[in-house]
């Protein structure tokens, strides 16, 4: 008999996968968001993702921010698509002995982090339940030729982020173990856990111009967002300037920590990991400065399937792991 | 402090919404679905609904009927609007001692239930949670004109309904309370609760000749269903012929039940309620007929916003009650 912790998610997930039948769909199962074809070119496009509370509602989190964070987390996958939200719905599983009150405060969040990216809460559902459960579903409308896959990466292309990674993973560890930092860098880390950022005005540039390759948003970490478009492209990675926030760095020398594993396979990152012809690298440059953000240059899509790092003149290889439910413990 | 569990669920649902910002949309805010215009008279219609496993999946319910019954439900409510759903997403919360294969059974569940009425499931999502919560939510192309509303019902409309009642009810109480009955009875009951059907055909056909004024689905209980076309059509009723089920009539005489307990108040049915223009109603009786379905008059619209029911010759109030989260117990 085996039992779902044993295999953990992505297994479950392909069980899953494997006992459904599928129409011909604009975009592959699998990839961000799935789509539905409403006209020629037109595409309904449809994500949803649950937030739970004794998994993904760390210690310290209040309500308004975990409503906030539930939208937030799956505006990012519409970012990484390059699609705007129009409506969320919400299905709210509630625990009996939940105040009235924190039912009020997440129902502030789930509205700030709709209109945040100019999308409404349009309805939804609620429950009873033991833990706190949040299942958000958004719907957009997309291109499809304007839609950058996971799976249309090729060698030679720029790998790009939008923003340095492992301040999430730094805030975590704050939040559990106990350990401190300074004032800033707390606001710094906190605030990447507790107030994450969709780059959907990055994503929609990006996506508009026709600029990006390949695309995916790097909640699972950085390492498996590498890992998920090259096996969707089947390509490799060659990363020789890994995104470390500068924050991280000092962070993870003072308190003997692998700054590695914080950038790589902390998840909970809402950045965008984006492969783009090396041609469209400047265009896409000024188009993501143009709207306020931000695009740092990692290294190169390769033939070779292999996923690696250059770090510190050293020849590091990245490990296909990250955040998985049923087997991750933060 | 108030605790949700004392307030109930539609009190938690009014405290949201207040919370909520919502733009000008072509379906109001609390009917069975949500929509989006996306062009002229084109809406994209959204719902979603979550089964949780400690309240919503009876003992004696396999993960297989779980699942199919979790894609069911949400159907149903596309029904009532006249839509067809064409692409379903599932957040799954499972709890990590979970099998494998119990996981696989549901997945196929979930499968059959979309492939039953013409959609898919495109995706989704899987997590650890405490229950096994199940969350679908649907999409759907409809046409703003054709959609039927809670809102519309006038009084002098015949009120109709797609099916017996009482069915779901009484096979609860076999499932919970181990009472008895006859081989083809508990067929009849037990099949209402562990397989039930979503009226589509009936819905489309009736949507599309626009012969129907206000429409809601029976999940909470036909009673509720009932109040909630009163409230939202500001309409009374008057019904002269309470759907009982034949077998639910003979099943609550046997075991000194309530036939109007069972009938009203019992929730998890999924039949129409419909409220039609007497002179649509011959058309909209051979439209039903036309695609295998029946319609069954049960009274008419009042200008008197009371809820009256003659019943053996009595006239009795309907109350309104129904299934309602942190509230009821089965």
Redesign the interface.
């Known amino acids: 008999?085996?039992?779902?912790?044993e295999?953990g998610?992505r297994?479950?997930?392909e069980?899953?996968r494997?006992?459904?039948?599928?129409?011909r769909?604009p975009i592959p199962?699998?990839d961000d968001?799935?789509?539905?074809e409403?006209e020629r070119n037109k595409v309904?496009v449809?994500?949803?993702?649950?937030l739970?509370g004794?998994?993904?509602i760390p210690h310290g989190m209040s309500f308004w921010q975990a409503g906030r964070k539930a939208v937030v987390m799956n505006v990012s996958d519409f970012a990484a698509k390059g699609v705007k939200p129009?409506?969320v719905?919400?299905?709210?599983?509630?625990?009996?002995?939940?105040?009235?009150?924190d039912?009020?405060q997440?129902?502030?969040g789930?509205?700030v982090g709709a209109?945040e990216y100019g999308a409404?809460?349009?309805?939804?559902?609620?429950?009873?339940?033991?833990?706190l459960?949040i299942?958000c579903?958004l719907?957009g409308?997309g291109e499809r030729r304007l839609i950058p896959l996971r799976s249309d990466a090729r060698a030679g292309d720029v790998v790009a982020v939008t923003g340095f990674f492992g301040k999430s993973a730094a805030g975590l560890k704050l939040l559990s173990r106990g350990i401190s930092a300074s004032k800033s860098f707390s606001k710094v880390f906190l605030d990447a856990v507790l107030l994450p950022k969709a780059r959907l005005k990055e994503g929609l540039a990006l996506a508009k111009a026709k600029v990006v390759s390949g695309s995916i948003d790097s909640s699972d970490g950085l390492a498996w967002s590498l890992y998920e478009i090259a096996k969707a492209s089947h390509v490799g990675f060659f990363i020789d300037n890994l995104p470390v926030a500068p924050e991280v760095s000092q962070f993870a020398k003072r308190n003997q920590l692998d700054p590695l594993e914080l950038a790589l396979y902390g998840g909970e990152e809402y950045e965008l990991v984006l492969t783009i012809k090396p041609r469209f690298w400047k265009k896409a440059l000024r188009i993501v400065n143009q709207v306020g953000g931000s695009l740092l240059r990692i290294g190169e899509v390769t033939e070779k399937t292999d996923m690696v790092l250059r770090w510190n003149g050293k020849t590091v290889a990245i490990e296909p792991k990250g955040w998985e439910?049923?087997k991750s413990r933060a």
């Open positions: 008999m085996v039992i779902v912790k295999v998610e297994r479950v997930i069980a899953i494997q006992e459904l039948i599928f129409p769909a199962f699998g968001v799935s789509g539905v409403i309904a449809l994500k949803t993702d649950m739970v004794k998994t993904d129009l409506a719905l919400v299905s709210l599983g509630v625990p009996p002995s939940f105040l009235e009150k039912v009020v997440l129902a502030r789930l509205n209109r409404y809460i349009l309805g939804g559902d609620t429950g009873e339940a033991s833990d459960v299942s579903s719907f409308l439910h049923f």
